[in-house]
């Protein structure tokens, strides 16, 4: 990891002797002997699932009961965590320019309090950024372990290139697992929406009705 990005102990340094306007002197001190550790404690706290929870919570079998249906749900979220990559280094950049316009107006305002204000702002723009530097860090981090489940998951058994295909047969199996759960202190709602998403998908597939145009269509058995 490269210490000088994703560090905050500098301006944790710095904000220790403005901290005396909200702390005792005494909490300021301990706060400074503290920075190394809550530097650590910054840069390793989660952010987003581990490899841990992605599998059993994101992919648990009762949702996602075949290799198909995993590797979709991971196609899913590997593309919003890279949209937001990408929306966070547009974030990045324009923070930049903030940052460089605030040098540049420091250097020229004359005004003791007006300066004095940029100096605040500036401050906080570089926490902001060493902040979006560990958030891009933990969106790849993710990013690369969908990637490694998607591989995993992608047995060759299955249509990798349209997400309907699979879905017929995944959805089956995650509504009868609903279905397993419902109680008689269920809600009308609720058993209403499961055994009614149930029954049409039952038809729908039985019908043939998702089959390509001009393939003829095949009864599938309940």
């Known amino acids: 990891m490269n210490k000088e990005k994703r560090s905050i102990q500098k301006q944790a340094n710095s904000e220790a002797k403005h901290l005396l306007a909200l702390l005792d002197k005494s909490d300021v001190s301990e706060f400074k002997k503290m920075v190394p550790e809550l530097q650590d404690t910054w840069v390793k706290k989660q952010m987003f699932r581990t490899e841990t929870e992605m599998r059993f919570s994101v992919l648990s079998d009762n949702k996602h009961g075949n290799n198909a249906s995993k590797y979709w749900q991971s196609v899913r979220e590997q593309n919003a965590h890279f949209e937001n990559l990408m929306q966070l280094s547009f974030d990045y950049r324009k923070n930049g320019i903030k940052v460089k316009k605030l040098l540049r107006d420091i250097k020229k305002e004359k005004d003791v309090l007006e300066k004095e204000m940029k100096q605040i702002e500036l401050e906080e723009k570089l926490y902001t950024q060493a902040n979006m530097e560990l958030v891009a860090k933990a969106r790849m981090k993710e990013i690369a372990t969908w990637s490694k489940l998607k591989k995993e998951f992608n047995d060759g058994k299955f249509d990798d290139k349209d997400v309907n295909t699979h879905q017929a047969e995944s959805y089956?199996?995650?509504?009868?697992?609903?279905?397993?759960?419902?109680?008689?202190?269920?809600?009308?709602?609720?058993?209403?929406n499961v055994l009614g998403q149930l029954d049409t998908l039952k038809r729908i597939r039985q019908s043939g009705e998702l089959l390509p145009a001009g393939q003829k269509k095949k009864q599938i058995k309940k």
Do not use: I, Y
Request: neutral net charge.
């Open 172 to 192: 089956m199996h995650t509504l009868e697992h609903r279905k397993a759960t419902l109680t008689p202190g269920s809600s009308q709602p609720e058993v209403f």
